[in-house]
């Protein structure tokens, strides 16, 4: 059996990861492959394929986002397009199974290699906005409807699109935390321990320095406090600590998932991470975060995020509005400056039913766990229709 991944987004990369895991549980024998539309993030448990190229806005480009648009234009996008669509149409009849994850653009392109295929819909729900009468067209063409939520699915099916909403995946990524014991060193020393969660984008070697400005401030009032800077797979170690040096002292460590730790004054204020995610978040206290995916997956792990509007995020505004819509109260947003999130951190650190409460209500909004699973078992056995 040969199943093809088409993902549309960094955070669709990961997710696609997860189910291709599930996918070698269920059959070691199967052959997985994977196309990323955006991006250039290596998949751990399928083999890339086809063309691919990091863009400018790293696929932030939806919600008529022109000035992303004109960028990842004038970077080759048509171009790159082109060639993906090229090869998705050369590879006709050649998988048992395609399963697009993302939006609707990324099903209308996996759409074009002609084989059984998988729609999983990470972006849209109810929450913030519905499918539309166009998207539903092409939504209709695929063997398989996955969306993130009841709600969206039952939308969905009074529309005469037959979607399913067997769990998201989202809540799956991070579900599994074996590196525990690689991870202790991370949080040696510290009482309490803010995750940092600075993205995978271009801009986040920016918002690491933020953030960790912020944990500086706190952390001089509440000496306890400790931070784990999370590092995307695409995130570069060298670039990083370049952009934390000019305030901070920024020492290497002989642990490969540790490569830095982060001094101010005499003390240990951060460590920098670069292993399983999931060690990280069920270790944290609370998440200071201006990323996408992992934002949500935090979210389901229970943990409440802090979220800042900067001036220097106006670009992707409507992103972090979208989020908010979908995480509700379990994400946090403070518009403005430095001083207000070192207020809005400081009150959630002294405020543990605060936690408690934003936590839960974060995993009820997520919903269950297992989509992964549920998803490839539906793979399976759409592609054992094919053959």
């Not at 048509?78 to 060639?83: E, N, R, S, V």
């Not at 509005?321 to 999130?341: E, F, H, I, K, Y």
């Not at 405020?351 to 539906?378: K, V």
Request: aromatic residues 6%.
């Amino acid at each position: 059996m040969r199943v093809l991944f088409v993902s549309n987004g960094h955070g669709e990369i990961a997710i696609a990861d997860r189910i291709a895991a599930e996918l070698h549980g269920l059959d070691a024998a199967i052959e997985l492959e994977h196309l990323a539309l955006v991006g250039d993030i290596p998949a751990r448990h399928a083999r890339d394929v086809g063309p691919r190229r990091r863009m400018p806005s790293g696929g932030l480009i939806a919600m008529g986002n022109v000035p992303n648009i004109l960028r990842d234009l004038r970077a080759g996008l048509l171009g790159l397009t082109l060639d993906q669509w090229r090869s998705l149409r050369a590879w006709r009849g050649r998988y048992d199974a395609v399963i697009a994850t993302g939006d609707v653009y990324a099903l209308w392109m996996a759409l074009c290699a002609g084989s059984r295929t998988v729609f999983v819909g990470t972006a849209k729900s109810v929450l913030t906005a519905r499918y539309g009468p166009g998207e539903r067209r092409v939504l209709r063409r695929a063997q398989g409807i996955f969306v993130r939520d009841e709600a969206t699915a039952e939308d969905l099916r009074r529309h005469g699109v037959a979607a399913e909403a067997p769990g998201n995946v989202i809540v799956d990524l991070f579900a599994e935390h074996g590196d525990d014991a690689a991870f202790a060193p991370a949080i040696e020393g510290f009482e309490a321990v803010v995750a940092l969660l600075p993205g995978s984008r271009a801009e986040a070697y920016g918002n690491a320095a933020f953030l960790m400005d912020v944990v500086a401030a706190v952390a001089r009032e509440c000496p306890g406090v400790g931070a784990v800077l999370s590092l995307a797979p695409n995130v570069d170690v060298a670039q990083m600590s370049s952009a934390l040096a000019p305030a901070y002292a920024v020492r290497p460590t002989p642990l490969p998932a540790l490569p830095f730790e982060v001094l101010h004054g005499d003390r240990v204020l951060a460590r920098a991470w670069r292993g399983d995610a999931g060690a990280l978040l069920q270790r944290s206290t609370v998440v200071l975060g201006q990323a996408g995916t992992a934002n949500e997956a935090a979210v389901a792990a229970g943990l409440p995020v802090l979220a800042v509007s900067r001036e220097t995020d106006r670009a992707h505004g409507w992103y972090r509005r979208r989020q908010t819509q979908l995480l509700g109260d379990a994400l946090v947003m403070v518009s403005g400056d430095l001083d207000a999130a070192v207020r809005e951190l400081r009150a959630m650190l002294d405020d543990p039913e605060r936690r408690a409460r934003l936590g839960a209500f974060g995993r009820e909004r997520m919903g269950r766990p297992g989509g992964a699973r549920r998803i490839a078992e539906r793979v399976v056995a759409l592609a054992g229709e094919a053959a």
